[in-house]
C-alpha cells in the first residue's frame, strides 16, 4: 500500500535481432502499403484478437509474396501486436508463420519504412512482387472439401447401425 505498483505489461521481448538475423528468421520480408486494416468489429474479447492487413507489396526480399498480401497481428501491442499500421502507409515488414497466415508483431523489425534506414542499407536491393495473385484466406484455403458428401453418408450410415442395434437390444431387454 505504500508503494505506487509499477505497470505491467503482457508483451515482453528478447533483444532486438538485426535485420540479416530477421531476415535469416522469418518466412517473409517485404515492403509494401498498408490497403485495408480488417478487425472483428464490436466483437474484440481480447486485446490479442488477430487483425488482418492487407498490403500492396513493392519490394521482397524473402518469401512466397503476391502483389497483394495480408499479414495478421494481434489488436494490441499489450498482447505483442504491431498496433502501428495505417492505411496508406509504407512498412517494411517481417513476418513469420506460413505463407497463406503471415504474422508480425512488436517483437519484430516491422516499421515505417521511411524509419527502415539501417534495415534497407543491410538488406539491399529487393526483388518487386511477381504478377500473382492475391494470397488470401478467402480463397481457395476455406473451399469445402470434394469427399464432404461421402463423409456425411459414412456418419449417417453409422449413426442409423447405431439406433437399430440399441432398438433390437431394447426389444431384447424387454423379452
Known amino acids: ?56 507489396v513493392s519490394e521482397i526480399w524473402k518469401g512466397e509474396v503476391g502483389s497483394l498480401t495480408d499479414v495478421y ?13 495505417e492505411v496508406n502507409q509504407t512498412y517494411i515488414v517481417y513476418a513469420s508463420g506460413v505463407e497463406d497466415k503471415l504474422q508480425t508483431g512488436i517483437c ?15 538488406l539491399g536491393k529487393g526483388e518487386a512482387p511477381p504478377a500473382k495473385e492475391y494470397k488470401s484466406l478467402k480463397g481457395e484455403h476455406l473451399e469445402p472439401r470434394k469427399d464432404f458428401w461421402w463423409i456425411l453418408i459414412a456418419i449417417t450410415i453409422v449413426v442409423l447401425a447405431a439406433g437399430i ?10 423379452k
Open 108 to 122: 519484430t523489425r516491422t516499421a515505417l519504412l521511411a524509419d527502415a534506414t539501417e534495415d534497407l542499407q543491410q
Open 1 to 56: 500500500m505504500l508503494f505506487k505498483p509499477a505497470m505491467a505489461y503482457a508483451c515482453s521481448c528478447a533483444e532486438r535481432l538485426t535485420p540479416a538475423e530477421e531476415l535469416e528468421r522469418g518466412t517473409a520480408v517485404f515492403a509494401g502499403e498498408v490497403t485495408a486494416i480488417e478487425s472483428k468489429e464490436g466483437k474484440v474479447i481480447s486485446s490479442g484478437d488477430p487483425i488482418k492487413v492487407t498490403f500492396k
Open 73 to 85: 497481428t494481434a489488436g494490441s501491442s499489450a498482447s505483442c501486436g504491431y498496433d502501428k499500421f
Open 165 to 174: 442395434a440399441v432398438a433390437a437390444w431394447q426389444l431384447r431387454k424387454k
